[in-house]
């Protein structure tokens, strides 16, 4: 007899999924709304501005045309991935083959979520930046493998210690995550760094996996390089990259991973079996984009810049010195002392409604610093650093 008084239950993958570290913060942010501030969130990491508009009018077209309202291609249309290839080479004289080099995601989250599902047996370990983008730690959960922890710290210019990782640990590691321009803290890496990654991921058999969402969301003329630049990088290593922050489209679902081919074909075997692709007239915006005239990004860019300069400004007049980010939609500083980051999140919630992102939203490296995104109008900007100003440390 089933037992009819059993409760639905779900899996324990999904009961030690952490607790969402601001459901509280969240109820706090509500409850200020109700009682009439005007919160200002500088807390989300999605561009405010549109996307091009010379890509909305070809998604317009192509929304129009029936042949593209079935079942996409599994693997991504070959003309979407031939533009990727076109795209790595000129931005950075690197070529891929598009036909098993190349493979279009549903935006890079849901590639870098299912990464682990294509490369890591239960027990199995990964090497995850800590603070970092919770997904690198969350897939690997969902996969039933074990996160470790790789420390971002400013004295190494929150790039991780490899040589700190225990030989025990690194032995057992299927996969690295790596992410510069890097979210949250803003930090960019040097060809160097990368080519330390390249051997010790060949000693120990890893396979590298960089996320290089931000590599276009770059300021004063700073150049992001790709992992795949490094000699020997193709051989150990993939690349996720985005249409997201690059061209303002994270609500389109567009991305791709590039490089190393078994991984590619492993990862693609995942997908064929759990996604049947992205929306063929995303794609054919997408192509759009990648192939379209670049001084869009660098204009965008200038928009971001002058936020950023406006953050930096109104941090230093308040005591507080963060780095300058060459990159990212983020600015990531130094808390005064005397708070934990949620506890100082609060006060700047409490004495002037406006939030910024605790560190240790990050991981508990994070913890010492919060992160304020470029990613809100102007006006909203302005008014909310003015507000901050006011708020006595
Ligand atoms: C925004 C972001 C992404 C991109 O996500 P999409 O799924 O492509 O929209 C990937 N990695 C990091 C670190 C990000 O911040």
Redesign the pocket.
Same mark, same amino acid.
């Given at each position: 007899m089933p037992d009819e008084s059993a409760a639905i239950r779900p899996a324990r993958r999904i009961e030690s999924l952490p607790p969402y570290l601001f459901a509280d913060v969240d109820r706090r942010i509500a409850e200020k709304r109700a009682a009439g501030f005007d919160v200002i969130s500088l807390g989300i +990491?999605?561009p405010d501005l549109p996307s091009p508009a010379h890509v909305v009018a070809t998604a317009q077209e192509a929304v129009a045309e029936p042949r593209y309202h079935r079942y996409p291609d599994y693997y991504g249309r070959p003309e979407f991935r031939q533009a990727i290839a076109r795209w790595y080479e000129r931005r950075f004289g690197i070529e891929l083959d598009p036909n098993g080099e190349v493979l279009p %995601? =549903?935006?890079?989250?849901?590639g =870098?979520a299912h990464m682990p599902t294509a490369f890591v047996d239960p027990g199995d370990v990964v090497l995850v930046p800590d603070p970092? &983008?919770p997904?690198y730690s969350i897939g690997t959960l969902l996969a039933n493998g074990e996160s470790y922890v790789m420390p971002l710290q400013a004295e190494r210019g929150f790039l991780p210690d490899l040589n700190a990782v225990p030989e025990g640990v690194a032995l057992r590691a299927r996969l690295l995550w790596i992410?510069y321009p890097?979210?949250p803290t803003a930090a960019v890496a040097p060809l160097e760094f990368f080519e330390e990654v390249v051997a010790f991921a060949r000693r120990y058999s890893i396979l590298v996996c960089h996320?290089n969402? &931000?590599s276009e969301v770059t300021y004063d003329g700073y150049r992001a390089p790709s992992f795949l630049e490094v000699p020997g990088a193709r051989e150990v290593g993939v690349e996720?990259h985005? %249409?997201?922050?690059t061209y303002n489209?994270?609500g389109w679902?567009? +991305?791709m991973v590039v490089g190393n081919p078994v991984a590619i074909e492993a990862l693609g075997r995942v997908k064929t079996n759990v996604d049947s692709g992205i929306f063929d007239a995303v794609q054919i915006a997408s192509i759009t984009a990648l192939d379209g005239d670049q001084a869009w990004v660098e204009e965008r860019n200038v928009r971001f810049q002058t936020r950023r300069d406006a953050v930096i400004a109104t941090l230093r007049r308040v005591g507080i010195e963060a780095p300058v980010p060459k990159a990212? %939609?983020y600015v990531w500083a130094p808390i005064p002392a005397g708070y934990s980051s949620v506890d100082f999140s609060l006060r700047i919630l409490d004495d002037a409604a406006v939030w910024v992102t605790p560190g240790v939203g990050f991981g508990a490296n994070g913890e010492g610093y919060f992160r304020i995104s470029l990613t809100v109008a102007d006006q909203r900007l302005a008014e909310a650093l003015e507000r901050m100003e006011r708020v006595r440390l």
């Open positions: +990491g999605d %995601l =549903i935006g890079s989250k849901e =870098i970092g &983008y997904v992410n890097n979210n996320d969402a &931000y996720f985005s %249409l997201s922050k489209m994270t679902r567009t +991305g990212s %939609l």
